[in-house]
């Protein structure tokens, strides 16, 4: 039999390592690589500027390799992640617009930027700052940019919650660093006789009707153009908005849910009621002049052959009624803000006012409306004066 030599004293005997093993160990260009087998037994090799980096990159891959999930190609670009994140959201979870916004924001401002090439496991906290600087400083709202780190930070998430990867890059964006949203400032018509002229100059609008919903109740664009007559009580003077229009061109028009995500009743006021009464007559007139050509999807605000109404319809209709009224000319969601302005400076209680835009939180009204609660604390003081102080002493 032959003698076993005995092990050399301070020589470890060398061992194949375990899947998820790993080593530290720095280049000669100064880069750090942590090193690791993956599952099928490959190595894989992870890069770092500094030590913590390369380490920081070894524990998140050793996360992933105890689960038993393959580690992430380190080929893999940003880029070609987000297009094959896009490619698996279905319409059953999101709403078909939703989709398209992101598709847009990818291929218009993520894909033709540097930031897309680089491969996933390798980007960092600082190359997304970087990359939202850089887009800032081409002409970029804030608000655009700050859409964009939101998109990121969704799409980045789903990876590590499928186990893909460790971190998501996008939540390590400190607050100071990430892209904050402009607000738009507002342009209402709700002061003086405004209102009134805007009304008398609506008169005649083929949409007249809808333009007196939407200063009168604050529904959404969306809200109206998806409104169906079986939604409407005219006896009761209230209707309940279901549904949103969505999409992006006439053939992938379809009602949605509302924003909110749920149904929400409005009441109508004698001018409303009296405007959708004469719609409805002009309507019936509309489907007797086109018979069978007529499309019935029981819409109350449809074209002249009963089809959806495209935006574009409503921004001219809006237009000439503003023209006519010799009123500064606005954006049609500022029809909801003047309506919101309308019933909280005429002490509506905001809990109602928010109950009938549809906003998911009272807190969400107050915040977009301060301006006007603003007066109403006034008003609220001084009717406490009133209340308290002696009129003889007054």
């Given at each position: 039999m032959g003698?076993?030599t005995?092990?050399?004293p301070?020589?470890?005997a060398?061992?194949r390592?375990?899947?998820g093993?790993?080593?530290?160990?720095q280049?000669?260009?100064?880069?750090?690589?942590?090193?690791?087998?993956?599952p099928d037994?490959?190595?894989?090799?992870?890069y770092?500027?500094?030590?913590?980096?390369?380490?920081?990159?070894?524990v998140?891959?050793?996360?992933?390799v105890?689960?038993?999930q393959?580690?992430?190609?380190?080929?893999?670009?940003?880029?070609?992640?987000?297009?094959?994140?896009?490619?698996?959201?279905?319409t059953?979870?999101?709403?078909?617009?939703?989709?398209?916004?992101?598709a847009?924001?990818?291929?218009?401002?993520?894909?033709p930027a540097?930031?897309?090439r680089?491969?996933?496991?390798?980007?960092e906290?600082?190359?997304?700052r970087?990359?939202y600087?850089?887009?800032?400083?081409s002409?970029l709202?804030?608000t655009s940019?700050?859409h964009?780190?939101?998109?990121?930070?969704?799409a980045?998430?789903?990876?590590?919650?499928d186990?893909?990867?460790?971190?998501?890059v996008?939540a390590?964006?400190?607050?100071?660093n990430?892209?904050?949203?402009?607000r738009?400032?507002?342009?209402?018509?709700?002061?003086?006789?405004q209102?009134r002229?805007?009304?008398?100059?609506?008169?005649?609008?083929?949409?007249?009707?809808?333009?007196?919903l939407?200063?009168?109740?604050?529904?959404?664009r969306?809200?109206?153009l998806?409104?169906r007559?079986k939604?409407?009580?005219?006896?009761r003077?209230?209707?309940?908005v279901?549904g949103?229009?969505?999409?992006e061109?006439?053939?992938?028009l379809?009602?949605?849910?509302?924003?909110?995500?749920?149904?929400?009743s409005?009441?109508l006021?004698?001018?409303?009621?009296?405007?959708l009464r004469?719609?409805?007559?002009?309507?019936?007139?509309?489907q007797?002049?086109?018979?069978?050509?007529w499309?019935?999807?029981?819409?109350v605000?449809?074209?002249?052959?009963?089809?959806?109404l495209?935006p574009?319809?409503?921004?001219?209709?809006?237009?000439?009624?503003?023209?006519r009224?010799?009123l500064?000319?606005?954006?049609f969601?500022?029809l909801?803000?003047?309506?919101a302005?309308l019933?909280?400076?005429r002490?509506?209680?905001?809990?109602?006012?928010?109950e009938?835009l549809?906003?998911?939180t009272?807190?969400?009204t107050l915040d977009?409306y301060?301006?006007?609660?603003?007066?109403m604390?006034?008003?609220?003081a001084?009717?406490i004066?009133?209340a308290?102080?002696?009129?003889?002493?007054?």
């Amino acid at each position: 039999m032959g003698q076993t030599t005995p092990a050399t004293p301070g020589r470890r005997a060398l061992r194949r390592r375990d899947a998820g093993d790993g080593s530290l160990f720095q280049r000669k260009d100064g880069r750090w690589v942590a090193q690791l087998r993956d599952p099928d037994g490959r190595r894989r090799y992870l890069y770092g500027a500094t030590r913590g980096e390369a380490k920081q990159r070894l524990v998140e891959a050793q996360a992933v390799v105890h689960t038993g999930q393959p580690l992430p190609d380190q080929r893999l670009t940003l880029g070609r992640y987000l297009q094959d994140w896009l490619a698996g959201l279905s319409t059953a979870t999101l709403k078909p617009r939703t989709i398209a916004y992101y598709a847009r924001y990818i291929s218009r401002h993520i894909l033709p930027a540097e930031i897309a090439r680089k491969p996933l496991a390798r980007v960092e906290p600082i190359d997304l700052r970087r990359f939202y600087a850089e887009r800032l400083a081409s002409g970029l709202s804030s608000t655009s940019v700050h859409h964009i780190h939101a998109l990121l930070h969704v799409a980045l998430q789903r990876a590590v919650d499928d186990g893909f990867w460790g971190r998501n890059v996008a939540a390590l964006v400190g607050r100071s660093n990430r892209p904050k949203v402009r607000r738009v400032e507002m342009t209402t018509i709700a002061a003086g006789d405004q209102p009134r002229r805007f009304l008398e100059a609506a008169k005649g609008e083929r949409l007249e009707a809808l333009l007196v919903l939407a200063i009168t109740t604050g529904m959404r664009r969306g809200e109206l153009l998806a409104l169906r007559w079986k939604d409407v009580d005219l006896e009761r003077g209230s209707l309940a908005v279901t549904g949103s229009l969505q999409g992006e061109s006439r053939a992938t028009l379809s009602i949605a849910s509302p924003k909110s995500g749920k149904s929400r009743s409005v009441a109508l006021g004698t001018v409303a009621v009296t405007a959708l009464r004469d719609h409805r007559d002009r309507q019936a007139e509309e489907q007797l002049l086109v018979g069978g050509e007529w499309r019935d999807l029981g819409l109350v605000f449809s074209t002249e052959y009963g089809d959806f109404l495209s935006p574009t319809t409503l921004r001219l209709s809006l237009r000439r009624a503003l023209t006519r009224a010799d009123l500064p000319t606005i954006r049609f969601h500022d029809l909801r803000h003047s309506a919101a302005t309308l019933m909280l400076s005429r002490g509506v209680h905001p809990k109602m006012a928010s109950e009938m835009l549809g906003h998911s939180t009272i807190a969400i009204t107050l915040d977009l409306y301060s301006h006007v609660t603003a007066n109403m604390q006034r008003q609220a003081a001084d009717a406490i004066d009133a209340a308290l102080v002696d009129p003889a002493l007054a």
